[in-house]
Nanobody, 119 residues
Framework: QVQLVESGGGIVQAGDSLRLSCAAS????????MGWFRQAPGKERTIVAR????????SYTDSVKGRFTISRDNAKNTMYLQVNSLKPEDTAVYYC????????????WGQGTQVTVSS
């Protein structure tokens, strides 16, 4: 089992920045892939960025490329999402999730952190 706790959301203005954090506990040694997702009101949850725990290889959805940066600190069992140049359309609940060895889907999720961007 892996437990995830997000933090760092808030209410900001367009153009502002935030750093979201996701602290993992439990069987963190079994994590091999980590990701940030978001869900806007009335919309489906979609992936924003992902990172592999070992190599740190990253990928992003097109709408956030150049503005968001995903990173991890394995010593602290923490993943981050630096979000810059925020836009109103970035307003959503942001979730972190992980995949563990032997599973090919994101099985463990945090509770979410709200990001609200005003114009």
């Amino acid at each position: 089992q892996v437990q995830l706790v997000e933090s760092g959301g808030g209410i900001v203005q367009a153009g502002d920045s935030l750093r979201l954090s996701c602290a993992a506990s439990g069987r963190t040694d079994r994590i091999y892939n980590m990701g940030w997702f978001r869900q806007a009101p009335g919309k489906e949850r979609t992936i924003v960025a992902r990172i592999t725990r070992s190599s740190g290889s990253t990928s992003y959805t097109d709408s956030v490329k150049g503005r968001f940066t995903i990173s991890r600190d394995n010593a602290k069992n923490t993943m981050y999402l630096q979000v810059n140049s925020l836009k109103p359309e970035d307003t959503a609940v942001y979730y972190c999730a992980v995949q563990v060895i032997g599973r090919n889907r994101y099985d463990y999720w945090g509770q979410g952190t709200q990001v609200t961007v005003s114009s």
